[in-house]
């Protein structure tokens, strides 16, 4: 990735850390490394400043859940993840 600007590197520590701390699907941001979710921030990211729709990033979360990590997703999380991200790059 290249260089942010700087509500750009807002926006990507703001995806990072709503990983860690609200998403945590499997559970475990009292106990794994601090990396555990961090392979999945730069997709995120592009989505966010692609201009995506709150509902293609819900998708790409359940996509997460259900694809990658095996769960049962929850799609009201989800979108509630989305919008939040999407308040983010309003900023």
């Known amino acids: 990735m290249g260089r942010l600007s700087g509500p750009q590197n807002q926006l990507y520590k703001f995806i990072d850390a709503l990983l ?17 979710y961090q392979s999945y921030t730069p ?34 999380a989800c979108k509630d993840l989305a919008e939040k991200i999407m308040l983010e790059t309003k900023k």
Do not use: C, M, T
């Open 20 to 36: 860690w701390e609200e998403w945590d699907p499997i559970g475990v941001n009292d106990s794994a490394p601090r990396d555990e």
């Open 43 to 76: 997709q995120l990211f592009s989505l966010a400043i692609k201009g995506a729709a709150v509902h293609e990033i819900a998708d790409r979360f359940i996509y997460l859940e259900e694809k990658i990590l095996g769960l049962e997703s929850n799609e009201r």
